[in-house]
Structure formats: structure tokens, C-alpha cells
């Protein structure tokens, strides 16, 4: 009887952890390039397939916030500088569908991953519900790289305050 209730618990417990790993919300995101990436939340943070063991930044911007428009250039340079360690991820959530997104990044230089919000919104959905996200842009979230949200931000940073972050996350592995 013991083992027949042992065998029962385990296999309870392990259908239980099976059920928990399936309620992580799934979520995909494609970029102006057509790539598709797959995202998981997480307890922490998200999991984004192809961007592991890197920083990201996930910053929700808009092509008519002024606060936004000044942070291409620092982006632009944080992308070249730390291409290897860090992805930034800018989701723009004024409107713009995915054919116009994709040419104010080509009009603006943009090198890093740029998604219109048509092709997140599922993820936009899961930010706003999980961090409390009101729409204020330029809004950051900033991930370790174990894909654990670190710093949460609404307001444009200067490139100094992403240098100083990115050298905080970048002791902060393991």
C-alpha cells in the first residue's frame, strides 16, 4: 500500500510540475526583418529564443515621442558596442503597422531587433499586465543574462545610465 501511495504522489507531483511549466505564457514576436522569436514568461522575467545568455533591453518606444527619437543614436551605439553581450529589442507601440515600422527604422539607421506592435502584441499584452505598464515610453525592461528582468524603467536613459546598467548585468552572471 505504501508504494502504490508513493507512486501515486510522485506521479501526482509530476503531472502538477508538468501542468506548472505549461501555464508559462507562450508568446511570439516578429521583427521588421521577418524573423520570429519565441518568448516565454517566466517567474522571473521572459525566456526569448535566439537571445539567450545575452542582456536585453526591451524598450517600448514610439516614432512621435520626442524622449524615444533621442534614444536611437544611444541605442545605435550600445548595439555596435556590445553586439556580442547585448540585444536590444524596440517594440514601437504608437501605431505604426509592420511595413511602416520597418521604414522609420531603415529612415532612422536603426541596427538593433525593431518589432512593430502588430507583430508583439501578445508580449506588449504580457508587460503591461506584468509590470504594471500604463503606455508611458520610452519604457525599458532590462534582462540578465538568464533572461531575469533586473531593472524596469519609464523615461528615456542617458547612454551613460545603459553603460552603467549594462556593466551591472554583466556582473551579475551567475
Not at 53 to 67: S, T
Not at 133 to 153: C, E, H, M, N, Y
Request: proline share 3%.
Amino acid at each position: 500500500m505504501n508504494k502504490l501511495l508513493t507512486l501515486l504522489l510522485v506521479f501526482t507531483f509530476s503531472n502538477f510540475v508538468q501542468a506548472e511549466e505549461k501555464a508559462l505564457p507562450q508568446m511570439t514576436m516578429t521583427d521588421i526583418n521577418g524573423k520570429t522569436y519565441n518568448v516565454t514568461g517566466t517567474e522571473q522575467g521572459l525566456k526569448i529564443e535566439g537571445l539567450e545568455g545575452k542582456i536585453v533591453f526591451l524598450e517600448f518606444f514610439g516614432h512621435k515621442c520626442p524622449p524615444c527619437l533621442a534614444s536611437i543614436p544611444h541605442l545605435i551605439n550600445l548595439q555596435k558596442k556590445y553586439k556580442e553581450s547585448v540585444a536590444i529589442v524596440a517594440i514601437e507601440v504608437q501605431g505604426y503597422n509592420n511595413a511602416q515600422t520597418a521604414n522609420f527604422a531603415k529612415g532612422k539607421g536603426i541596427n538593433y531587433i525593431t518589432v512593430s506592435e502588430e507583430k508583439a502584441s501578445a508580449l506588449v499584452n504580457y508587460i503591461q499586465q506584468r509590470a504594471q505598464w500604463r503606455g508611458s515610453i520610452p519604457f525599458l525592461v532590462a534582462l540578465d543574462t538568464k533572461g531575469d528582468v533586473q531593472f524596469v524603467q519609464a523615461g528615456m536613459l542617458s547612454e551613460a545610465q545603459y553603460e552603467e546598467l549594462i556593466s551591472q548585468l554583466s556582473t551579475n552572471k551567475k
